[in-house]
């Protein structure tokens, strides 16, 4: 079994409120889940406190049992600070040459190998 960390979609038409959930992978969006783990109200103000609530605790349990955040949802945990940024991979060059696929950090742009 696969634990995903998603949002599962509340609320009713046109006023969208979400809740952070750990789930089966192959359970529906808004179907079963083994673990409520926050919220966020994508119509509350960027700056408001009550946009998005979450269990630092329990995530952290949740990610180092293998639970695999989605993407929106790791966007989230990355601006609350609970996991460092995806590294950034260089393809190739406007030149035209192709080189091997090599990582870059996000934050300095060093080459890492």
Same mark, same amino acid.
């Given at each position: 079994m ?6 599962a979609r ?5 006023r ?10 192959k359970?529906?969006?808004?179907? /079963?889940?083994?673990?409520v ?6 119509l509350?103000? /960027? ?6 609530s979450l269990?630092?605790?329990?995530? /952290? ?10 993407d929106?949802?790791?966007n989230?945990?990355f601006?609350?600070?609970?996991i ?5 991979v260089?393809?190739?060059s /406007?030149?035209?040459q192709q080189?091997t696929s090599q ?8 080459i890492l190998?």
């Amino acid at each position: 079994m696969t634990v995903k960390i998603r949002l599962a979609r509340f609320g009713c038409k046109h006023r969208p409120f979400y809740r952070v959930v750990a789930a089966d992978d192959k359970s529906r969006r808004d179907g /079963k889940q083994i673990e409520v783990l926050g919220f966020y109200d994508p119509l509350q103000g /960027k700056e408001d406190a009550n946009r998005v609530s979450l269990k630092f605790d329990r995530i /952290k349990y949740w990610l180092s049992v293998g639970a695999q955040p989605t993407d929106s949802v790791e966007n989230m945990l990355f601006r609350a600070g609970l996991i460092p940024p995806k590294s950034m991979v260089v393809v190739g060059s /406007k030149n035209g040459q192709q080189s091997t696929s090599q990582h870059v950090s996000p934050i300095t742009g060093e080459i890492l190998n």
